[in-house]
T-cell receptor, first 112, second 115 residues
Framework: GQQVMQIPQYQHVQEGEDFTTYCNSS?????IQWYKQRPGGHPVFLIQ???SGEVKKQKRLTFQFGEAKKNSSLHITATQTTDVGTYFC????WGYGNKLVFGAGTILRVKS | EAQVTQNPRYLITVTGKKLTVTCSQN?????MSWYRQDPGLGLRQIYY???????DKGDVPEGYKVSRKEKRNFPLILESPSPNQTSLYFC??????????????FGPGTRLTVL
């Protein structure tokens, strides 16, 4: 079945360092979404990417969608303690029941 | 305030005792869905609904039922809960039918323990 793999599972960085999480899909995606979940909280939608090769920025966060629409990345520049949480990607492929398939998430911890 | 609410937030129950987790949204969203979250597995979709009286299975529907009699409510029913259904459950809703998977609003979660 459709799978979305996300790496790394866990990353611990020093405040001010950069952070990147990667997603790879077993199938070509129609779109991909990114969510952030703070410890003890619920997932909060960050962004959706639809076009091949798309790059979007939100302040220190940069999101990319691969040319083949099978991979995506989230890069955070100069991490802050407020960035702590789990980052999930979620992909949808039309024809696979229109289901949103989540990656397992990357847990980010930031040392101050 | 736009929100998705779930009740209860925490529940400890025993095997076989039927339970319902309620979900309600006040945004007039057509699309609603249920997920379970387990460590290392991310969020897995249980059921989803494109609109009133329209529901479909997600990736892990076994042991669950849903109904969508009203647009705002999407309850999750466990007829005979088992310990492997111990998990954190999230309800979610989205605003459009053009892209029904624009899932942008999650409820606060229900932590269920089945003994």
């Amino acid at each position: 079945g459709q799978q979305v793999m996300q790496i790394p599972q866990y990353q611990h960085v020093q405040e001010g360092e950069d952070f990147t999480t990667y997603c790879n899909s077993s199938t070509t995606l129609s779109n991909i979404q990114w969510y952030k979940q703070r410890p003890g909280g619920h997932p909060v939608f960050l962004i959706q990417l639809v076009k091949s090769g798309e790059v979007k920025k939100q302040k220190r966060l940069t999101f990319q969608f691969g040319e083949a629409k099978k991979n995506s990345s989230l890069h955070i520049t100069a991490t802050q303690t407020t960035d702590v949480g789990t980052y999930f990607c979620a992909g949808i492929t039309w024809g696979y029941g229109n289901k949103l398939v989540f990656g397992a998430g990357t847990i980010l911890r930031v040392k101050s | 305030e736009a929100q998705v609410t779930q009740n209860p937030r925490y529940l400890i129950t025993v095997t076989g005792k039927k339970l319902t987790v309620t979900c309600s949204q006040n945004m007039n969203h057509e699309y609603m869905s249920w997920y379970r979250q387990d460590p290392g597995l991310g969020l897995r979709q249980i059921y989803y609904s494109m609109n009133v009286e329209v529901t479909d299975k997600g990736d892990v529907p076994e042991g669950y039922k849903v109904s969508r009699k009203e647009k705002r409510n999407f309850p999750l029913i466990l007829e005979s809960p088992s310990p492997n259904q111990t998990s954190l459950y999230f309800c979610a809703s989205s605003s459009t039918t053009e892209q029904p998977t624009d899932t942008k609003y999650f409820g606060p979660g229900t932590r269920l323990t089945v003994l």
